[in-house]
């Protein structure tokens, strides 16, 4: 293990969960920014590079142990954007999402599923981006050097040395989204599984997937009835114990169940049935929230709405005419 000080990751704003255990948490909360978990071993391995709008706080996580490996929960950039800051790091990633991180424009395609992406979106995407870079003084998706992403594999082992982490697929906020657990400190990382905010699950693009999500929490939650857990680690808030997470956990899976049952409601109660855009309009996942610019967050209340409408069709609770959403009969 190389040694390192307190001093050295108070300097970049770390907390020791466990000898060599090291959680990043950003000091500016802005777009972009993730936590990171550092793991120090005979090989160091750090968690997600969300960029951190405070640059020395991931130069200095470079200049003290110049991870070996970066390792993604998932390609979103909010965990991944910060990656040129490790230029020398072997970066891995779940083998469905390898290739989305190559260009942006394979990036976005991918978080769209294949479909077709609305011109205006595209642009608006194209442009942002290139902000981003432009905001890190890079001039293209080249220079954050993700062309040479190394793959795993849900349930693979990742060997440090002490510490041997477990891979632990939890698709469904996106398709290769992974959590980790590590036996020795007995840390649980879920990822986006975002337990503590007030918001519940996200899965607004449309490789985003309910049934699988719904899947995930259920594999966490089993997880950490059957193992012992010291510390659970999502990537935008702080850290829980484990009593504390599972009613956390339990809570989150309820959203599922709640927006559910507000958008069947609400398409219960038009009898002639209603559009998915209407429904959108009733603002059930960003609570009237709104974003700049508002048409962001409004295609993305439209795609949560969307997995939804498919999740009650399958359960033949309601029926698409035309395009008009109504209740069984
Ligand atoms: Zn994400
Ligand atoms: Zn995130």
């Known amino acids: 293990m190389k ?23 950003p000091s ?21 590079s969300g960029f951190q709008h405070n640059t020395d706080q991931l130069m200095k996580v470079r200049k003290l142990f110049n991870p070996d ?3 993604f ?56 981006f290139q902000d981003f870079l432009n905001v890190e003084n890079l001039s293209n998706w080249d220079d954050l050097h993700l062309n040479d992403v190394k793959t795993f594999k849900g349930n693979d082992i990742i060997d440090l040395g002490n510490f041997q982490l ?37 899965y607004g693009w449309p490789n985003s997937d309910l049934p699988t999500f719904r899947k995930s929490v259920n594999t966490v939650i089993d997880f950490i009835e ?22 956390l956990l339990r809570r989150f899976y309820s959203y599922f169940d ?11 109660y038009h009898n002639d049935g209603v559009t998915l855009k209407r429904i959108a309009d009733q603002s059930l996942i960003y609570k009237g929230k709104k974003s700049n610019p508002s048409f962001v967050w409004e295609s993305f209340e439209l795609i949560h709405i969307e997995h939804h409408i498919k999740e009650l069709i399958s359960h033949n609770q309601i029926l698409m005419e035309g395009n008009l959403i109504r209740k069984h009969d």
């Not at 040694?3 to 948490?25: D, H, I, Q, W």
């Not at 477990?166 to 337990?195: T, V």
């Open 226 to 247: 059957t193992h012992e857990i010291s510390r659970i680690i999502s990537s935008h808030s702080r850290e829980v114990t484990k009593e504390e997470g599972l009613i």
């Open 28 to 48: 500016v909360k802005k777009y972009l920014t993730s936590n990171s978990l550092l793991f120090v071993d005979e090989i160091t391995l750090i968690v997600d």
């Open 258 to 268: 709640i927006r559910k049952q507000q958008i069947f409601n609400y398409i219960s």
């Open 73 to 128: 929960s998932h390609y979103h950039l909010d965990h991944t954007f910060g990656c040129h800051t490790f230029p020398d790091s072997r970066k891995i990633i779940h083998q469905i999402e390898r290739d989305a991180l190559t260009t942006s424009e394979l990036f976005i395609q991918f978080c769209y599923n294949g479909s077709t992406i609305p011109n205006k979106e595209l642009a608006f995407w194209n442009k942002r």
């Open 166 to 202: 477990e891979i632990i697929h939890l698709p469904g906020h996106s398709p290769g989204h992974c959590g980790l657990y590590d036996p020795l400190s007995q840390i649980l990382f879920i990822g986006d599984m975002e337990i503590s905010s007030n918001f519940g699950p996200w």
């Open 69 to 71: 490996i970066l390792f």
């Open 3 to 25: 040694p390192y000080t307190k001093e050295e990751f108070v300097s970049f704003n770390g907390t020791e969960l466990f000898p060599g255990v090291v959680l990043v948490r």
